[in-house]
């Protein structure tokens, strides 16, 4: 009799033990107790300060070391002019062909990773047996680990061609072949992350949807998805962040020529690519054309910046109290 | 309270009497006082389900053993019963929500009329059952979109397209809900602003768009404060003439006041079965009694 009621809320043995006085009275920590707390958050302060300094070192470096160019360049130059060549005899100091080049190859690689991704994520979660999944999702994340370089030639030697079989007149160097290869890459960035938040939506809203006759798609993508859309959101930024700073494959495979189009057939340069180009190459430090690669890491900065922002932003409209 | 038929084995008045009233003081109202119980409903109501030696296993663990229960039209049924004896697991096999979940197994069967569909069979497609039982959860779970979207979510599956019939169709289920007044000002805005005891009537309106013939409600209330509990059981009360209603709850009181018919269950067996005012008063068993009391244990 007594058994099936083991969950009832009355627990005499706790509060028993209380008034029996076998605990301890409550007592002052000891110094010692307090000491080592205080260590240990000063500890965990520090390790926050570290990162924060890292950061702050670096912006500082960036803004320093592009001062110079500024005071050479006006940032209405910078901005407006439509044309970067700054290793020419006639230079120009438009930043737009770089961040052209960097937004196209982004486009291409997000329009691949993030329905790719987020695909591979519903289904992983959602639909393949939990077996498969342990094995998948590994698998899968091996994608994020192969060296960029190997990604580089692989989009020079192999999917360009292979597009061109499509795209007849497209050039060696072009923008779609090392945003498909990127967007490959960072698939796992955005199913990992995507599937770690649909996970986290809790059972009780799936059988809410399953109740009123949805199947298993329509609550998939209907209730799961926005669901999880705060975290899944997060994973979309990081795989942009990813791709704005990629260099290698862009670096190889669009041709490392500034170019101010948004047509992913062309060749361009990123900026990544270009500060690559620049640092590798026998520019004299301190010369305009070499302090130009701090101007562009700025706005590399100043972009990456940007979209963390916007994903924040999105995080907090979109995140959900279960 | 309006059925008219009195109950057959009316409880002695235990605490009535004028030689007891100038000795003592009048008793607190129990529940074995006939007027807080609903009168028994007529017992020829037709029979809207019929759960035939049903036992259902959570892959090997037993959670029922042989039950067998009808659920009346027009008639609300509370599933009562110590912690852990089967009352979810009952009702989640009307809608079968086990299906979800690898391994569950369902003996015997579970009929439901006027079609004599065994509900539990395995060539029943769960989902065009689910379009005609309709479920509310313990805790409230509204989707994360808007309170129309809510509502709209049963509707839109069944192929409703046309703005202005969900619209109509979406003011009647919240004015069944009794939310209508608080929400139509605000049908865009995310279901998750609501208070609890909202988001419980949002669920119960989102199960009422899809005017099921059955409404399944688990503890509907226990998350909620007894202004809002309130409310539902108005609610639910009203709206058994429409729809057969299986609830399960720990609330005695709450069972008295709503139910026209109790099962008391324990340890995954049906133990007692009868009209409300029955059970409570006239209980046939000893566990029935002493659970009904609060004895329990
Ligand atoms: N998913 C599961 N797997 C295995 N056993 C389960 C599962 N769910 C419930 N059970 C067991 O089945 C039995 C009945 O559980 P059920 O949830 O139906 O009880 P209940 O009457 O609804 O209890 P409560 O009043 O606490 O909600 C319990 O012994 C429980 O431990
Ligand atoms: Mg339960």
Request: charged residues 20%.
């Given at each position: 009799?007594?058994?099936i009621?083991?969950?009832n809320?009355?627990?005499?043995?706790?509060?028993?033990?209380r008034?029996?006085?076998l605990?301890?009275?409550l007592?002052?920590?000891?110094?010692?107790?307090?000491?080592?707390?205080?260590f240990?958050?000063?500890?965990?302060?520090?390790?926050?300060?570290?990162?924060?300094?890292i950061t702050?070192g670096?912006?500082?470096?960036?803004?320093?070391e592009?001062?110079p160019?500024?005071?050479?360049?006006?940032?209405?130059?910078?901005?407006?002019?439509?044309?970067?060549?700054?290793?020419?005899?006639?230079?120009?100091h438009?930043?737009?062909?770089?961040?052209?080049?960097?937004?196209t190859?982004?486009?291409?690689?997000?329009?691949?990773?993030?329905?790719?991704?987020?695909?591979?994520?519903v289904?992983?979660s959602?639909f393949?047996?939990s077996?498969?999944?342990?094995?998948?999702?590994?698998?899968?994340?091996?994608l994020?680990?192969?060296p960029?370089?190997?990604?580089?030639?692989?989009?020079?030697?192999?999917?360009?061609?292979?597009?061109?079989?499509?795209?007849?007149?497209?050039?060696?160097?072009?923008?779609?072949?090392?945003?498909?290869?990127?967007?490959?890459?960072?698939?796992?960035?955005v199913?990992?992350?995507?599937?770690?938040?649909?996970?986290?939506?809790p059972?009780?809203l799936?059988?809410?949807?399953?109740?009123?006759?949805?199947?298993?798609?329509?609550?998939?993508?209907?209730?799961?998805?926005?669901?999880?859309f705060s975290g899944?959101?997060?994973?979309?930024?990081?795989?942009?962040s990813?791709?704005?700073g990629?260099?290698?494959?862009?670096?190889i495979?669009?041709g490392?020529?500034?170019?101010?189009?948004?047509?992913?057939?062309?060749?361009?340069?990123?900026?990544?690519a270009?500060?690559v180009?620049?640092s590798?190459g026998?520019?004299?430090?301190?010369?305009?054309?070499?302090?130009?690669?701090?101007?562009?890491g700025?706005?590399?900065?100043?972009?990456?910046?940007?979209f963390?922002?916007?994903?924040?932003v999105?995080?907090?409209?979109?995140?959900?109290?279960? | 309270?309006v059925?008219?038929?009195?109950p057959?084995h009316?409880?002695?008045p235990?605490?009535a009497?004028p030689?007891?009233?100038?000795?003592t003081?009048?008793?607190?109202p129990?529940?074995?006082?006939?007027?807080v119980?609903?009168?028994?409903?007529?017992?020829?109501?037709?029979?809207?389900?019929?759960?035939?030696?049903?036992s259902?296993?959570?892959?090997?663990?037993?959670a029922?053993a042989d039950v067998?229960l009808p659920f009346?039209?027009?008639?609300?049924t509370?599933?009562i019963?110590?912690?852990?004896?089967g009352?979810t697991?009952?009702?989640?096999c009307?809608n079968?929500?086990?299906?979800l979940?690898p391994?569950n197994r369902?003996?015997?069967?579970?009929?439901l009329h006027?079609?004599?569909l065994?509900?539990?069979?395995?060539e029943v497609?769960?989902?065009?059952?689910?379009m005609?039982?309709?479920m509310?959860?313990?805790?409230?779970n509204?989707?994360?979109?808007?309170?129309?979207?809510?509502?709209?979510?049963?509707?839109r599956?069944?192929?409703?397209?046309?703005?202005s019939e969900?619209?109509?169709?979406?003011q009647?289920?919240?004015?069944?809900?009794?939310?209508?007044?608080e929400?139509?000002?605000?049908?865009?805005?995310?279901?998750y602003?609501?208070?609890?005891?909202?988001?419980q009537?949002?669920?119960?309106a989102?199960?009422?768009a899809?005017?099921p013939?059955v409404?399944?409600?688990?503890?509907?209330?226990?998350?909620l404060d007894?202004?809002?509990?309130s409310?539902?059981?108005?609610?639910?009360?009203?709206?058994?003439e429409?729809?057969?209603?299986?609830?399960?709850?720990?609330?005695?009181q709450?069972?008295?006041r709503i139910?026209d018919?109790?099962?008391?269950?324990?340890?995954g067996?049906?133990?007692?079965?009868?009209?409300?005012?029955?059970?409570?008063?006239?209980?046939?068993?000893?566990e029935?009694?002493?659970?009904v009391?609060?004895?329990?244990?």
């Open positions: 009799m007594s058994t009621l083991s969950d809320p009355v627990s005499g043995g706790i509060a028993g033990s008034n029996g006085g605990l301890p009275p007592r002052s920590r000891s110094l010692l107790g307090r000491l080592a707390e205080r240990i958050e000063s500890g965990l302060l520090l390790a926050a300060a570290f990162s924060v300094l702050g670096i912006v500082f470096v960036l803004v320093s592009s001062l160019f500024f005071r050479h360049v006006s940032a209405r130059e910078f901005l407006t002019d439509r044309l970067w060549t700054p290793m020419f005899a006639d230079p120009h438009g930043i737009m062909p770089l961040v052209a080049g960097t937004l190859t982004t486009a291409v690689a997000l329009l691949v990773a993030m329905p790719v991704g987020t695909l591979i994520a289904w992983l959602e393949a047996p077996r498969l999944r342990e094995v998948l999702k590994p698998a899968l994340e091996l994020a680990a192969v960029t370089v190997v990604y580089g030639y692989f989009a020079v030697d192999f999917v360009t061609p292979a597009l061109q079989a499509f795209i007849p007149d497209l050039p060696t160097f072009n923008m779609l072949g090392p945003g498909i290869v990127m967007g490959v890459m960072i698939i796992p960035y199913s990992s992350l995507s599937e770690d938040a649909i996970r986290a939506v059972m009780l799936r059988e809410g949807s399953y109740a009123l006759g949805a199947g298993k798609f329509t609550t998939a993508m209907r209730v799961v998805y926005p669901a999880a899944i959101a997060s994973a979309y930024v990081l795989a942009i990813r791709a704005v990629e260099t290698m494959i862009v670096a495979a669009a490392q020529q500034p170019n101010l189009s948004f047509n992913p057939l062309d060749p361009a340069a990123t900026i990544t270009f500060i180009q620049v590798l026998d520019l004299p430090h301190g010369s305009i054309g070499y302090q130009s690669i701090f101007a562009a700025v706005t590399l900065f100043v972009m990456t910046l940007g963390n922002i916007i994903g924040a999105m995080r907090r409209r979109y995140r959900q109290a279960y | 309270m059925t008219s038929a009195a057959r009316a409880a002695p235990v605490h009497g030689a007891r009233m100038t000795a003081p009048p008793p607190i129990t529940l074995l006082d006939s007027d119980v609903r009168p028994a409903p007529p017992a020829s109501r037709a029979i809207k389900a019929q759960v035939e030696n049903f259902f296993f959570y892959s090997t663990v037993q029922l067998s009346r039209e027009r008639a609300i509370a599933l019963g110590p912690s852990g004896c009352k697991t009952l009702l989640r009307f079968r929500m086990h299906d979940y391994g369902y003996v015997g069967r579970i009929l006027p079609d004599n065994n509900i539990v069979a395995r497609d769960p989902i065009s059952l689910r005609r039982i309709s509310v959860f313990q805790k409230p509204p989707f994360p979109k808007s309170i129309f979207e809510n509502v709209a979510y049963g509707l599956l069944r192929g409703i397209r046309s703005r969900l619209e109509g169709r979406i009647v289920a919240l004015e069944d809900a009794a939310l209508w007044g929400v139509k000002d605000r049908l865009r805005k995310p279901a602003d609501l208070s609890g005891g909202q988001q009537r949002l669920c119960i989102r199960a009422l899809n005017e013939e409404l399944l409600l688990d503890e509907p209330t226990s998350a007894p202004i809002a509990t409310r539902i059981e108005d609610l639910i009360v009203e709206l058994k429409r729809v057969t209603i299986a609830i399960v709850t720990h609330n005695m709450q069972a008295a139910s018919y109790t099962a008391f269950m324990y340890l067996k049906l133990i007692e079965y009868g009209a409300t005012a029955e059970v409570f008063q006239n209980p046939k068993c000893k029935t009694e002493d659970y009391t609060g004895r329990f244990g």
